[in-house]
T-cell receptor
């Protein structure tokens, strides 16, 4: 699975959009980009995933660059409950997820 | 629909003992994976079982083992516990080629 690189921390004002970047420059053609988040040592929660097209669900949007070397997770209206560690993972959909250090997002009132 | 259930939620063991943790996947999910989370190493993959067979394995010593039953429930065992095995152990289940769903974990403390 390709290595991913994320900033260690970010702040966002409540109600504003949170844009979390991820670099995966060595991603291969069959690898998907997955995003999970973990709130205060609970189990990680699935957010969204994509292969090459942009994706949107009720939680977030995922923008993948055309060359697939990077992506951005967008939380359109961040709330205090979105404060968490966000993990970007590139995987070929096996049962093995390689977690990096993730980005700690702090949403501030 | 019930989520991934891990038991027990908390456990305290003594060095040298062994421990067995249990994971009941979401109904219909045949893949079960285990992860260890510590403050120093983060979330690390232990192993994955699919249809009772180990399909993937992480870089952990042989003291860490697992199995999966015909109903997809899985157990992991750690023998000869060390202080460094204190961690949050997470289980995830999935249908192949889809997202994984995690349980709330078992917090193991070795004293």
């Amino acid at each position: 699975d390709a290595k991913t690189t994320q900033p260690p921390s970010m702040d966002c004002a409540e109600g504003r959009a949170a844009n979390l970047p991820c670099n995966h420059s060595t991603i291969s053609g069959n690898e998907y980009v997955y995003w999970y988040r973990q709130i205060h040592s609970q189990g990680p929660q699935y957010i969204i995933h994509g292969l090459k097209n942009n994706e949107t669900n009720e939680m977030a949007s995922l923008i993948i660059t055309e060359d697939r070397k990077s992506s951005t997770l967008i939380l359109p209206h961040a709330t205090l409950r979105d404060t968490a560690v966000y993990y970007c993972i590139a995987t070929s959909n096996t049962g093995k997820l390689i977690f990096g250090q993730g980005t700690t997002l702090q949403v501030k009132p | 629909k019930a989520g991934v259930t891990q038991t027990p939620r908390y456990l305290i063991k003594t060095r040298g003992q062994q421990v067995t943790l249990s994971c009941s996947p979401i109904s219909g999910h045949r893949s079960v994976s285990w992860y260890q989370q510590t403050p120093g190493q983060g979330l690390q993959f232990l192993f994955e079982y699919f249809s009772e067979t180990q399909r993937n394995k992480g870089n952990f010593p042989g003291r860490f083992s697992g199995r999966q039953f015909s109903n997809s429930r899985s157990e992991m065992n750690v023998s000869t516990l060390e202080l460094g095995d204190s961690a949050l152990y997470l289980c995830a289940s999935k249908v192949d080629n889809t997202e994984a769903f995690f349980g709330q974990g078992t917090r193991l403390t070795v004293v």
